[in-house]
Nanobody, 119 residues
Framework: QVKLVESGGGLVQPGGSLRLSCEASGFTFSRFAVSWYRRSPGKELEWVATISSTTGDFTTHAPSVKGRFTISRDNTKDTVYLQMNRLKPEDTAVYYC???????????WGQGTQVTVFS
């Protein structure tokens, strides 16, 4: 059974950092790309970043987070990370990881982790 579990969310002040984790189980993790999305209050789901399968050589980030957020993976731990630096209040959202079949096409989702950036 495919399972994705996010962790690492919390409260942080503007300019601070958080690292989100997404631990996978129930499938051969290294064979799949993985993505992060977020949903802010009153807004639609927003794609944040994607990392390719296997070695994760290819990564891509949304313009709104490029240069501040970095997606990475550790196949020995079946885990994908989202390092978030220089956080802004507009980064406040529930962050979800997903198993990616092809760019922007996901088949399984985690339950989400809340990130709140407050002054």
């Amino acid at each position: 059974q495919v399972k994705l579990v996010e962790s690492g969310g919390g409260l942080v002040q503007p300019g601070g950092s958080l690292r989100l984790s997404c631990e996978a189980s129930g499938f051969t993790f290294s064979r799949f790309a993985v993505s992060w999305y977020r949903r802010s209050p009153g807004k639609e789901l927003e794609w944040v970043a994607t990392i390719s399968s296997t070695t994760g050589d290819f990564t891509t980030h949304a313009p709104s987070v490029k240069g501040r957020f970095t997606i990475s993976r550790d196949n020995t731990k079946d885990t994908v990370y989202l390092q978030m630096n220089r956080l802004k209040p507009e980064d406040t959202a529930v962050y979800y990881c997903s198993r990616t079949l092809e760019f922007r096409r996901e088949d399984f989702w985690g339950q989400g982790t809340q990130v709140t950036v407050f002054s």
